[in-house]
């Protein structure tokens, strides 16, 4: 079964606008990982947060953790048609050293320019 | 570019038949993973290699499902008496530890 769930399961959004997207998982975790697919590609990693981490940035990204919540959001801003993608957060097991990673269902995001 | 490969990209098979797909890790990368990913869901994980030993495997990888990587290189995943519920995108990643994971393309298989 899966660990993480996103929310919402779609956005649609214009150009330059900001994308939040929101992530809930279930068990304690080493980090938590957010990952793009363009349609029907392999995935891209994007960022990683770990446990004891509240907040990180790349570029135009922004990830926020709270543990105590079990969630985690990704901010995209001022996003571009290029964007257009399904992201998945991913969670690895807290103390495995084996590395899986849990995905969630996605959100699809769509820029239209 | 020397990402992780996966061939073929795409697999028509009739029920009954075996198929094999191959994924070439990045090359330092001593961690290899298998996921499936069925249309609408996340990446579902299938199996796991450090080097040329299997670690892990899920309790979707059924008795048709074997997954070799000999001399901890290059990685098969065959399934014999494909099933149409066997249709789904199957995702070859590596790692150089258990952080991030680098994603091949992916086989695209269809169960007639």
């Known amino acids: 079964s899966q660990q993480g769930e996103e929310d919402p399961q779609a956005l649609s959004i214009q150009e330059g606008e900001n994308a939040t997207m929101n992530c809930s998982y279930k068990?304690?975790?080493?980090?938590l990982q957010w990952y793009r697919q363009n349609s029907g590609r392999g995935l891209v990693h994007l960022i990683l947060?770990?446990?004891?981490?509240r907040e990180k940035h790349s570029g135009r990204l922004r990830v926020t953790l709270d543990t105590s919540k079990k969630s985690s959001s990704l901010l995209i801003t001022a996003s571009r048609a290029a964007d257009t993608a399904s992201y998945f957060c991913?969670?690895?097991?807290?103390?495995?050293?084996?590395?899986?990673?849990?995905f969630g269902r996605g959100t699809q995001l769509t820029v239209w320019p | 570019d020397t990402g992780v490969s996966q061939n073929p990209r795409h697999k028509i098979t009739k029920r009954g038949q075996n198929v094999t797909f191959r994924c070439d890790p990045i090359?330092?990368?001593?961690?290899l993973y298998w996921y499936r990913q069925t249309l609408g869901q996340g990446p579902e994980f299938l199996t796991y290699?450090?080097?040329?030993?299997?670690?892990?495997k899920s309790r979707l990888l059924s008795d048709r499902f074997s997954a070799e990587r000999p001399k901890g290189s290059f990685s098969t995943l065959e399934i014999q008496r494909t099933e149409q519920g066997d249709s789904a995108m199957y995702l070859c990643?590596?790692?150089?530890?258990?952080?991030?994971?680098?994603f091949g393309p992916g086989t695209r298989l269809t169960v007639t």
């Open positions: 990643a590596s790692s150089p530890d258990f952080n991030e994971q680098y």
């Open positions: 991913a969670t690895g097991d807290r103390g495995s050293t084996l590395g899986r990673l849990y």
């Open positions: 290699f450090q080097n040329e030993a299997q670690l892990e």
């Open positions: 068990t304690s975790i080493n980090n």
């Open positions: 947060i770990r446990s004891n981490e």
């Open positions: 090359s330092e990368h001593n961690r």
